[in-house]
C-alpha cells in the first residue's frame, strides 16, 4: 500500500479497512437494486433510489468522519481541500460537452500516491463540493459520491509499478474506471432515465438476467458515447499529465512527512 | 470608506428550505394529474422567483427548468422509439423494424398511439417537477450556512469543504493569470495539449498553497483540540448503516414491510446517534450559528403537510368513501386514467396542496442582505473574499 500523508498506526488502519469495507458492500448494494426488486414488494422502481438516497447520506458521514477525523493530519486535509478545489474548478469546464470529464485523472493519480482512503475521501469531497457550487445537490449526489470515491478507493489499491508500467496501468484504470463509474451510475438511476413504458425498461417482473440484458442495450443506446468520452479523457490526461503531476504529488507527500515528525515532536514537549 | 454586504441571520435556515421542498417531492411523487403538476411547478417558480437572493447559486432554478424540460424530450422520444404499445387511438405509424435476436426482440417504431403518449408525459412531468423541487431548494438554501449546520463528527470533512470551496476562486483567478502569460508569449491557448499547460504550473501553485495553508492552521491551533475517538462510535455508526441498508433490501425485495421500515427507522437513528457520539471527541465551538426559529418550524410544516395532505388522500379507498366525501376528496383525481384517455380533474385538496407550495410567502421577507462599513483594512484579505459580497468602494 502506498504511502498517507503523514503518519497512521496499525490500529487506526484497521478500522479505516473496517469503514472502507461496510462502504463497499453497502455501496454495492445499494447500486444493484434493480436486480433484487421484487413486483410483490408494492415499491415502484422509482422510489427505490430515494430508499437508498436516505440510506447513502449516513454511510457517506460514517466512513466520511472516520477518514478524516484523527486520522488526517492538517496537511493531509489541506491537501484534500485544495486538490477537491482542483475538482470543483475543472468540473463545470467540463459540463456539457459529451464525456469530457476532467475530475477523475485527479482522483484517480491522488488516489494512487496518497493511498486509498485519501482517494476515496478526495472523491467524495470533490463531488460534494461541486455540486454545492453549481447548486447539484440531489437524491443522485449521495451515488455520485460514492462512486467517485470508489473510484480513488481502487486507484489506492492498484498493484506496484513504476515508470512507463505505471502509467499505462494508470490510463488503462482511467479508462475502466470511467466506464464503471457510468454503468453504476446508470444502472441505479434506470428507472429514472427511462421510465417504465418502453421495452428498454427495467421490468420488476422479469428475471435479473432478462434485466442485465436490457439494461446493455438500453446502456449502449443511451449513454455508451458519454462513457467512452470519458475513459478516452480520462486516458489522455493521465497519459499526458501522468509523470509530472505523480512528481509533484509525491515530492508534496515526501516533504510533509519530513516535516511532520518536527513538527509534532516541538509542540508535544 | 469600504462597505460590506454581509447576509443577515435572519434569513431562513436551510435545512427549513431543504424540509419544504423535500416534503413537496413527496407530494409530487404521489401524484400524476398533469394539472395539479404543472400548478405546483408554477407555485415553487414563483417562491424561488421572490424569494432567492443575488447569491450564485440561486440562478439555478434556470438549469433544472431546462433539465426537466430536457427529462420530458427524452422520455417521449423513447417512448415513440421503442414505447410498449398500450391503447387504441392511434396518432400516426412509424415504420417498424424489428431488431435482430441479440438485442431482446425489440421492435423500433410502429403506431404510436394517443394513450402510451399520455401516461410518458404524465410520468415524465412528475419527474420534472420533483428535480424542479429540488432545483428551488438549491436555489433557496444557501449551502455556506447549512454546512454550519453539520454534525460535529465531520468536522474536519467539512473543513475540507469550506478549503475547497474558498480555494476555488484563487485557483480560477490562477489558472487565468497562467493564460494571460501564455498569451502574451504568443502561445496556442486551445486544444488539449495546451489546457494541460495550463492545469501544471496551477496544480504546482495549488500544492504550495495547501502547504502553506496547513501551516497556517496548525499555527492556529487547529485539530490541537481533538481528542482520540470515542470507543464504540465506529461499531455503532457501521452496524447502523447495515442494519438501514438490509432494511432497504427488505422493503424492496420482500412483502415484509414493517419489519424493513423498523429496521431502516432504526439504522438511521442509530447512525444519527453514532455521529453524535463521535463528535464528542471534539472540543471545539461554533461561530456564528444559524438559530432554527418559529418561522424555520412552520414553513418545513408547509411541506410536511402537502406531503401528508397527498399521501392520505392517495391512501384512501374509494370504496369505503360516502358519495358527497367521495366527490370532495376524489382520490382517483391523482392518478388519472390514461387508456382509457381522461381529461384530469382538480379537487378542492389538491388547491390546498398548491396553497402550501406557495405558502413560505406569507410567512418570508425578501431576503435582505446587511450593508455595514468594513472594519478590516486589510486589502489582501478582501481581495479573496467573493466579489458578491463586496459593495462599494471609495
Redesign the interface.
Known amino acids: 500500500m502506498t504511502s498517507y500523508l503523514g503518519t497512521v498506526p496499525d490500529s487506526h488502519r484497521q478500522?479505516v479497512s473496517?469503514?472502507l469495507a461496510?462502504t463497499i458492500?453497502?455501496g454495492a448494494?445499494?447500486f444493484a437494486?434493480p436486480l433484487?426488486?421484487?413486483p410483490?414488494?408494492?415499491?415502484k422502481p422509482?422510489?427505490?433510489v430515494?430508499?437508498?438516497a436516505?440510506?447513502l447520506p449516513?454511510?457517506l458521514?460514517?466512513i466520511?468522519?472516520?477518514?478524516?477525523?484523527?486520522r488526517?493530519?492538517?496537511?493531509a486535509?489541506?491537501?484534500?481541500?485544495?486538490?477537491?478545489?482542483?475538482g470543483?474548478?475543472l468540473r463545470p469546464l467540463s459540463a456539457g460537452t459529451a464525456g469530457f470529464e476532467l475530475i477523475f485523472f485527479l482522483i484517480i493519480l491522488a488516489g494512487r500516491v496518497y493511498g486509498p482512503s485519501f482517494g476515496f475521501?478526495l472523491g467524495a469531497?470533490?463531488l460534494?463540493?461541486s455540486a454545492?457550487?453549481?447548486?447539484?445537490?440531489?437524491?443522485w449526489l449521495p451515488y455520485q459520491m460514492i462512486s467517485a470515491g470508489f473510484v480513488g478507493l481502487f486507484a489506492g489499491l492498484l498493484p506496484k509499478a513504476s515508470g512507463k508500467a505505471e502509467l499505462a496501468l494508470l490510463a488503462s484504470y482511467g479508462m475502466l474506471s470511467a466506464f464503471a463509474y457510468g454503468w453504476f451510475m446508470d444502472f441505479a438511476f434506470w428507472p429514472?432515465?427511462?421510465?417504465?413504458?418502453?421495452?428498454?425498461?427495467f421490468d420488476p417482473a422479469a428475471s435479473p438476467l432478462?434485466n442485465l440484458?436490457?439494461f446493455v442495450?438500453y446502456n449502449l443506446a443511451t449513454s455508451m458515447g458519454w462513457n467512452l468520452g470519458r475513459a478516452l479523457t480520462n486516458a489522455?490526461?493521465i497519459a499526458?499529465?501522468g509523470t509530472?503531476?505523480l512528481r509533484?504529488?509525491r515530492r508534496?507527500a515526501r516533504?510533509?512527512q519530513l516535516a511532520g515528525p518536527a513538527?509534532a515532536a516541538s509542540?508535544s514537549e | 470608506m469600504v462597505l460590506e454586504r454581509t447576509q443577515t441571520l435572519k434569513s431562513l435556515h436551510p435545512l427549513a428550505w431543504w424540509a419544504w421542498a423535500i416534503g413537496i417531492g413527496i407530494a409530487v411523487?404521489g401524484t400524476t394529474n398533469p394539472l395539479l403538476l404543472a400548478l405546483i411547478a408554477l407555485a415553487l417558480v414563483w417562491v424561488v422567483l421572490l424569494r432567492r437572493s443575488s447569491a450564485p447559486?440561486a440562478r439555478?432554478v434556470r438549469?433544472y427548468l431546462i433539465l426537466g424540460g430536457f427529462v420530458i424530450a427524452?422520455?417521449v422520444f423513447?417512448?415513440i422509439v421503442?414505447?410498449?404499445k398500450?391503447g387504441d387511438t392511434i396518432l400516426f405509424a412509424l415504420p417498424e423494424i424489428p431488431l435482430p435476436d441479440w438485442?431482446?426482440g425489440?421492435?423500433l417504431g410502429g403506431p404510436i398511439t394517443a394513450e402510451?403518449l399520455a401516461?410518458?408525459i404524465n410520468?415524465?412531468l412528475r419527474?420534472a417537477v420533483l428535480?424542479l423541487c429540488?432545483?428551488a431548494?438549491?436555489?433557496l438554501a444557501n449551502?455556506r450556512q447549512a454546512?454550519r449546520s453539520m454534525?460535529a463528527?465531520?468536522?474536519?470533512?467539512s473543513?475540507?469543504?469550506?478549503?475547497?470551496?474558498?480555494?476555488?476562486p484563487q485557483?480560477?483567478e490562477s489558472?487565468q493569470r497562467v493564460l494571460k502569460a501564455r498569451r502574451t508569449r504568443g502561445t496556442n491557448t486551445k486544444g488539449?495539449?495546451s489546457l494541460?499547460s495550463v492545469?501544471?504550473p496551477?496544480?504546482?501553485d495549488?500544492?504550495e498553497?495547501?502547504?502553506s495553508?496547513?501551516a497556517g492552521?496548525?499555527a492556529r491551533g487547529?485539530?490541537?483540540t481533538?481528542g482520540?475517538?470515542v470507543r464504540g462510535s465506529?461499531t455503532l455508526?457501521?452496524s447502523?448503516?447495515?442494519l438501514?441498508?438490509l432494511?432497504?433490501?427488505v422493503?424492496?425485495?420482500?412483502?415484509f414491510?414493517l419489519l424493513a421500515v423498523g429496521c431502516?427507522v432504526i439504522?438511521?437513528v442509530g447512525?444519527?446517534f453514532?455521529?453524535r457520539l463521535?463528535g464528542k471527541?471534539l472540543a471545539v465551538t461554533r461561530y456564528r450559528q444559524q438559530p432554527w426559529r418559529v418561522r424555520d418550524t412552520v414553513v418545513s410544516g408547509f411541506g410536511l403537510l402537502a406531503a401528508v395532505v397527498v399521501l392520505t388522500i392517495g391512501g384512501l379507498n374509494p370504496n369505503d368513501l360516502s358519495a358527497s366525501l367521495l366527490q370532495w376528496l376524489d382520490p382517483q383525481a391523482l392518478f388519472p386514467s390514461t387508456d382509457p384517455l381522461t381529461w384530469p380533474q382538480l379537487s378542492v385538496p389538491m388547491l390546498l396542496v398548491v396553497g402550501l407550495v406557495a405558502a413560505p410567502l406569507a410567512v418570508t421577507g425578501k431576503d435582505r442582505i446587511d450593508v455595514t462599513e468594513s472594519v478590516r483594512n486589510d486589502t489582501m484579505v478582501r481581495s479573496l473574499r467573493p466579489k458578491a459580497e463586496i459593495l462599494v468602494t471609495s
Open positions: 478500522r473496517l469503514a461496510s458492500i453497502v448494494t445499494s437494486w433484487f426488486l421484487a410483490s414488494s408494492g415499491m422509482e422510489q427505490a430515494w430508499v437508498f436516505l440510506v449516513m454511510v458521514a460514517t466520511l468522519a472516520e477518514l478524516t477525523s484523527g488526517m493530519d492538517v496537511k486535509l489541506a491537501m484534500l481541500g485544495v486538490l477537491a478545489a482542483f470543483t474548478v475521501a469531497i470533490t460534494f463540493t454545492l457550487i453549481t447548486s447539484g445537490v440531489g437524491p429514472f432515465g427511462i421510465g417504465n413504458s418502453t421495452q428498454l425498461s432478462t440484458h436490457r442495450l489522455a490526461l499526458l499529465l509530472p503531476l509533484l504529488l508534496s516533504k510533509a513538527i509542540t | 411523487n447559486w439555478s438549469a427524452m422520455r423513447f417512448q421503442i414505447g410498449a398500450t438485442a431482446a425489440i421492435r402510451a401516461y410518458t410520468d415524465a419527474l428535480l429540488l432545483g431548494a438549491n436555489a449551502p454546512l454534525p463528527a465531520l468536522y474536519e470533512a473543513a475540507a469543504v469550506v478549503v475547497a470551496l474558498s480555494v476555488a485557483l480560477i489558472g488539449l495539449r494541460a492545469i501544471l496551477v496544480m504546482a495549488s500544492i498553497r495547501s502547504m495553508l496547513a492552521m496548525e487547529f485539530a490541537r481533538r482520540l475517538p465506529l455508526m457501521i447502523s448503516s447495515m438501514a441498508t432494511g432497504a433490501f422493503l424492496l425485495s420482500t412483502d414491510r431502516l439504522g438511521l447512525a444519527g453514532g455521529l463521535a471527541r
